[in-house]
């Protein structure tokens, strides 16, 4: 029942390799996005995604890139890790409101706990 | 610039009592406002959200209350819980802007 799910929870690798993280909504938004969460919790925007446009966080390396096969799925790709890239990574996914209308909340992910080693 | 920032940043309280954080913006236009919560090893939930006409939301034990003239938002708990213990993170308008959150330990 799981409304937003991401997998793995927790991984860990070398610096260097290539990895992928899974997400998964049954909303039925038509946004989803990927949040970095940095040691002092504070949550920054990556990517927002729907099936129209893709907004990139112009500080974000190009080594991450979202990949989504269909509306309810946005993976994350992360090439060449480096130690910086530790932290937990949020998946969320809204829907939004209509002209001049509020969106609905974000729904987020339990998270991923990237560790570079 | 639009920015959210959020006091106090951590805050201790004992079980029982009440508590208020605060929230301030400057992000422009406004639309609303919300308030999540995270609790450890988990993601934000939203608890409250408030347009431009509303002045206070409550759930539950979680009151927000808006000033869109001041550009403040509180969220007061009332009757703490251990289970408060959580980050509270305020939100503002459609493009999600993030406060900087508000560490809440409550103490048996």
């Known amino acids: 029942d799981t409304a937003v799910s991401q997998t793995p929870k927790y991984l860990v690798t070398q610096m260097g390799n290539d990895k992928s993280i899974k997400c998964e909504q049954n909303?039925?938004?038509?946004?989803m996005y990927w949040y970095k969460q940095d040691s002092k919790k504070f949550l920054k925007i990556m990517f927002s995604?729907?099936?129209?446009?893709?907004?990139i966080n112009e500080t974000v390396p190009n080594r991450f890139s979202p990949k989504s096969p269909d509306k309810a799925h946005l993976n994350l790709h992360i090439n060449s890790l480096e130690l910086g890239d530790s932290a937990v990574y949020f998946c969320?996914?809204?829907?939004?409101?209509?002209?001049?209308?509020?969106?609905?909340?974000?729904?987020f992910g339990n998270g991923t706990r990237l560790t570079v080693t | 610039k639009n920015q959210v920032e959020q006091s106090p940043q951590s805050l201790i309280i004992l079980e029982g009592k009440n508590c208020t954080l605060q929230?301030?913006?400057?992000?422009?236009?406004?639309?609303?406002l919300r308030w999540y919560k995270q609790d450890t090893g988990r993601g934000p939930v939203s608890l409250t959200i408030?347009?431009?006409?509303?002045n206070t939301k409550s759930n539950g034990r979680y009151t927000a209350t808006l000033d869109a003239d001041t550009k403040q938002s509180s969220l007061h708990i009332t009757a703490s819980q251990l289970s408060d213990s959580a980050s509270y993170i305020c939100?503002?308008?459609?493009?999600?802007?993030f406060g900087t959150g508000t560490s809440l330990t409550v103490i048996p």
């Open positions: 939100v503002v308008g459609n493009q999600f802007y």
């Open positions: 929230c301030n913006y400057t992000v422009s236009p406004f639309s609303n």
């Open positions: 969320a996914s809204s829907q939004p409101g209509g002209t001049g209308g509020s969106s609905s909340p974000l729904h």
């Open positions: 995604y729907n099936n129209k446009e893709l907004i």
């Open positions: 909303l039925g938004h038509d946004t």
């Open positions: 408030m347009t431009f006409s509303e």
